[in-house]
Structures are given as C-alpha cells and as structure tokens.
C-alpha cells in the first residue's frame, strides 16, 4: 500500500503503526518528574496518561511527551527521541528501546482490539487511560485523529501481539505525518523547533500558571492558487501534504500573532495560502473519545 492508501485504511477501519523508536524513562519520584515537565502530577491518578511538554529555562518548549501514572512502579515518561535522555535532569532510568509499541489507530480498532482483550475491556477504557492484560499495557490515545491505542510489550513478544493484527496493514511513517498533520498535532524539529512557546504553539493549556508573550504562532494554512502579494504577511511553512482526505494541500505554519482565521499570506516561495481553524480534521476532536462499538 501506499502512504496515501494507509492514510484512507486508517480514516476508514485501521491502521498500524510502529512506535518503538520512542524514547521512554522511569520516575520513581514524583518530584524530581515535576521538574521535567510542565504539568502539574496531583491530580493524576494511577493508570492515567497526560499530555505534556519538556520546557528550556527560557520557557520554550524542548519537545512534548506524555507521563503515565504507573502507580507503585513510579511514572513513565514517553517522549519521540531517546536522545532526550541527556536533557533530562536527575536520574531517571532510561528504558528505551525495551519495548515494541505498536499503535492501532482507525475508528475500527476498538472492534479489532476487542477480538484480543475482550470488549468488556475495550469498552470499559476511557481516553488517556491505560490497563494492563496479560503483560501488555494498553493505553488508548493516538497521533492519528482516530480513535486509537498504544500497545506496549516487550521486544521478545512483539511478533506473536503482531501476529494478532495480521489483517491490518502496517502503515508508514510517511502516512503517520500526514495523519497528524490533517489533525494538527505538533511534531518535533517541526513545529518544536526548540524556540517557540508553549503559547505560540497554542498548547498554553498545558503550562498553567506561566505568561508568555507571542510574537507569532502556529496556524493551519489552505495552498490557494497563484502566487502571493509581497504585501501580505509572512508565514513559515513547518510542515505540509497533499491531504488525503481533504483533498487539497494543507500546512501547518507560523505566521504574526495577529493574523486571523480567512487571512491570506505569503508562504516560504511566495505562494499564496489561507488562514484556517485547526484542525483541518475533526475540528472538535470527537472522533478519538467515541464510543469504541
């Protein structure tokens, strides 16, 4: 199949990505992890995943990761590049590489998942949870838009869990960034370019009790025909496709702060492009929550 084709298997029924290249480390103390990152830890219990970003000192974010709640077995932290183990600070155990992760993604997984695990299992697992069956955590969250899961093993048993998805087809990379892109998901050395805040990256939600100050900020941009005035402002393109499922060629990008939603802009080769409310897909981002049957 092709990047496109997984992209559509994916919206339709379901797609499988591989995920193990993720770096992942243990806490075991809640407050050395509360210096790593910006979210607040009390409020979330045992068997809960958080969204959250690793932040310099001056305040712009290094990279987004998430932390689940391993209850006695202390807190892991997943982020997208095991190399961020030498910005972390204090001691945590690097663990990457133990796992294979594998994320099941597509408004049928829950159905596929549930020929595993059971549905009652399925069912009963709310978004940015996780449970653990028979040695596999099962957290259902996603980089696709869809409602999906990520399935964590150890490496040793990653072909017999593959083994049980052999009728859905494994998708690349390239598929993976143009889902995210449709669902207007930051990437790292994209969007995280190691100098934009979290209120430029419109993800301010997650640094509570910290002010910055915006000199630009990420937007969704529509590739419009012909080329662009020299007088519109500006926009940096971070990252683009042919949609899929949209059907016509979308960006993330950053433009000035106090450009607004149906503003035209000049992109990097001086095309012309439109301001549009992300997400691209799902713009109330329902589809992830749904009910999995």
């Known amino acids: 199949m092709s990047p496109r084709e997984q992209h ?24 050395e992890l509360e210096l790593q990152q910006s979210r607040r830890l009390a409020g979330i219990e045992a068997g809960r ?15 987004d990761a998430t932390v689940w709640n391993m209850g ?12 961020d183990i030498d910005w972390l600070r204090g001691a945590p155990r690097d663990r990457s590489g133990e796992h294979a992760i594998l994320a099941l993604q597509g408004p049928e997984s829950g ?29 259902r969250l996603g980089y696709s838009g869809e409602l999906g899961y990520e399935l964590i093993v150890p490496r ?5 869990l593959r083994a049980h998805f052999s009728d859905v087809p494994p998708c ?13 998901y930051v990437l790292f050395d994209r969007e995280i370019d190691g100098h934009a805040n979290p209120l430029e ?21 529509e590739i419009e025909e012909g080329h662009a005035s020299s007088e519109l402002p500006a926009a940096r393109v971070t990252s683009q496709c042919d949609s899929p499922t949209l059907k016509r060629g979308i960006a993330l990008a950053f433009a000035p702060a ?5 503003d035209f802009v000049r992109v990097d080769n001086a095309y012309l492009a439109r301001v549009v409310s992300l997400p691209f897909y799902d713009p109330q981002r329902r589809r992830p929550r749904e009910n999995p049957f």
Do not use: C
């Open 201 to 221: 990256l419109g993800l301010e939600r997650l640094a509570p009790g910290r002010n910055y100050v915006a000199t630009r900020k990420l937007v969704g941009l």
């Open 72 to 83: 006695d077995d202390g807190w892991w932290l997943f982020s997208g590049r095991p190399s």
């Open 111 to 139: 159905r596929i998942l549930a020929r595993l695990v059971g549905a009652d299992a399925v069912r009963s697992l709310r978004y940015f949870h996780f449970i653990e069956r028979e040695g596999m955590l099962i957290g």
């Open 156 to 160: 040793a048993d990653e072909a017999k």
């Open 258 to 262: 106090d450009v607004r939603t149906g």
């Open 8 to 31: 559509l298997a994916t919206r339709r029924a379901a797609g499988l990505f591989d995920f193990s290249f993720m770096g992942l480390y243990q806490f075991q103390d809640t407050g």
């Open 49 to 63: 995943v958080a969204y959250t970003l690793l932040l310099n000192e001056d305040g712009s974010v290094f990279n």
């Open 172 to 184: 690349s990379f390239q598929a993976a960034n143009s889902l995210r892109i449709e669902a207007g």
